[in-house]
Structure formats: structure tokens, C-alpha cells
């Protein structure tokens, strides 16, 4: 699960572990926020530092347009957006690549909770190098 590669390797193997023993203690078919209330538990419990439904501003040209909420932001690094659908799908993956890009940030975790297996998908900041969604 660490691959030292990968930026916040080892933080997001501790996530990925943490999702890991809520998806075998509740195993699938519970909504997200019965989920999202366990990882924020677990987190806590193996020492991670996490943040909750964290609100950002959205800007479009330097306006801003709206918010939205992630999941998590865990160490003020890695933000982790969770799912509890059957099947992970494009359009997953693109919000959380939008969310990284929105808060200028390089590495996320999509975790889906839904299906008999829990899954994850490591999400990094496209190559294209945006700059950040702010003013």
C-alpha cells in the first residue's frame, strides 16, 4: 500500500488502512454519512488529525460562484472524499480531481464504502499543473 513514489504515501496507506477496518466491521450497504461518521472514529483513533464536511469556496475568474464540501482533509494534506454506491464510476473520480484542484491540492483518496469489497483510487493533481481555484 506504501509506495514511496507517491506523495503522502505512508499518510494515505494510514487512511486507506483506516477505511479498511471500518469496510470490515460494517461491511457495505449502510449510507455515506453512517460511514463517513465510523472513518472519522477510526481516524481518530490511529492518531490522524482530520477535518470534516470542510467547506470551500468556489471562484470562477476570481468570483466566487458558490461552495462545496469534502469529506475529509486529513493532516492538512491529503483530501478524501467517500462514496457508498455498488460501483465506483468517471464521474467519482472527476469530482475528486475538481476538489483537489479547487483547494490546490496534489494527492486525494476516493473510497467507496458500497460494494462487497471496500475500493480506493489514489487521485493526484492532473499534470497540467492549474493553478489553484482561488482569487
Known sequence: MIDEKYLHSELT?????CAMEVHKALG???QEVIY??????EM?????????????????????????RVDFFVEEK???EIKAVIQLED?????AINYLE???LEVGLLI????????????????????PNKP
Do not use: C, W
Request: charged share 25%.
Open 44 to 68: 481518530a483513533q490511529q492518531g490522524l488529525t482530520a477535518s470534516r464536511e470542510h467547506e470551500m469556496d468556489i471562484f470562477y475568474k476570481g468570483i466566487k460562484i458558490g461552495n462545496r
Open 28 to 30: 457495505n450497504g449502510f
Open 112 to 131: 467507496n464504502f458500497g460494494s462487497r469489497s471496500m475500493q480506493f483510487k489514489r487521485v493526484m493533481k492532473p499534470a497540467k499543473n492549474r493553478p
Open 13 to 17: 496507506g494510514k487512511i486507506i488502512g
Open 102 to 104: 479547487a483547494y490546490g
Open 78 to 80: 491529503v483530501m478524501v
Open 36 to 41: 463517513q461518521r465510523a472513518l472519522d472514529i
Open 91 to 95: 464521474v467519482h473520480l472527476a469530482q
